[in-house]
């Protein structure tokens, strides 16, 4: 079946590394998404990776997919208090019809 | 500036009401969603359209009506048969083609059944 699966909370002091970890089901998934939600607003796409790569790097994000093991992370490189936010991962869905199959989000905090 | 605008921001409604949101894109997007967020769930899908005067049930469609008789608009009606309506409603588009192009989403609209 389809699911995304996310820890709900992740707690980091500024400066640190974060890394936000996914995991889905769909191994015919072609494109897997990372966005981002800040409060009361719409999700907005942070990145994205297609299933033939291992990595992708976009200034602070680095995105690891390990297809194998359908594990997905995003990492957050010098975190900020405006990094703060809910984080969703998603994979496209490839049951014939365009959908996208969205985990729970992982709220991530950012502490002084 | 193209995108995406969902209204109201938020609404009340009595038990037994109809409520509709609105969905307009300028995008020139075929597909359009409406996705149901509820805390610590992830978003779930309740009706898409791939084209015009086309949609199709989500997973969660009992209790909601769509329609798409223009491009741009996909209004949705959340009706009195829906059990548990209070929740965070947000609408996408995206281009059309299997698996390809991003989800671009409204600001969201919080629907409150008092």
């Known amino acids: 079946g389809e699911d995304v699966e996310q820890s709900l909370f992740l707690s980091v002091r500024e400066g640190d590394s974060s890394v936000i970890n996914c995991t889905y089901t769909?191994?015919?998934?072609?494109?897997l998404y990372w966005y981002k939600q800040e409060p009361g607003a719409g999700l907005q796409l942070l990145t994205y990776?297609?299933?033939?790569?291992d990595m992708k790097q976009d200034q602070r994000l680095t995105v690891l997919l390990n297809k194998k093991d359908k594990h997905l992370s995003l990492r957050i490189a010098d975190t900020q208090t405006g990094d703060s936010a809910i984080y969703f991962c998603?994979?496209?869905?490839?049951?014939?019809?365009?959908?996208?199959?969205f985990g729970a989000g992982t709220r991530l905090a950012v502490h002084p | 500036d193209g995108g995406i605008t969902q209204s109201p921001k938020y609404l009340f409604r009595k038990e037994g009401q109809n409520v509709t949101l609105s969905c307009e894109q300028n995008?020139?997007?075929?597909?359009m969603y409406w996705y149901r967020q509820d805390p610590g769930q992830g978003l779930r899908l309740i009706y898409y359209s791939q084209i015009v005067n086309d949609f199709q049930k989500g997973d969660i469609a009992e209790g909601y009506s769509v329609s798409r008789e223009k491009k741009e608009s996909f209004p949705l009606t959340v009706t009195s048969a829906q059990k548990n309506p209070t929740a965070f409603y947000l609408c996408?588009?995206?281009?059309?083609?299997?698996?390809?192009?991003?989800?671009?989403f409204g600001e969201g609209s919080r629907l409150t059944v008092l």
């Open positions: 769909d191994s015919s998934s072609t494109y």
């Open positions: 995008l020139n997007h075929d597909a």
């Open positions: 990776i297609f299933s033939n790569m």
């Open positions: 996408a588009s995206r281009t059309g083609g299997p698996n390809t192009g991003e989800l671009f």
């Open positions: 998603a994979e496209s869905f490839s049951g014939g019809y365009n959908k996208l199959i």
